[in-house]
């Protein structure tokens, strides 16, 4: 079960996916992140895409 996001809107467990600096969507593991944040990245280069790590409370910017 996927614990509620935080006063700050980001997910209290799992990986989040970022856009522009704003999360977008939610997902249980990396995999399902990076795949989701690859694809965004591809069909939109423009945008800032960050998978955001709920454990770890980082940040990875995804490149092309």
Wanted: glycine share 10%; proline share 5%; hydrophobic share 35%.
């Amino acid at each position: 079960m996927k614990q509620p996001t935080d006063a700050t809107g980001l997910p209290g467990s799992g990986y989040g996916i970022e856009v522009d600096g704003l999360l977008k969507s939610e997902f249980v593991t990396i995999e399902g992140a990076t795949n989701g944040a690859r694809e965004l990245k591809t069909r939109f280069p423009m945008l800032q895409i960050r998978i955001y790590d709920a454990a770890a409370k980082t940040r990875t910017e995804v490149t092309a």
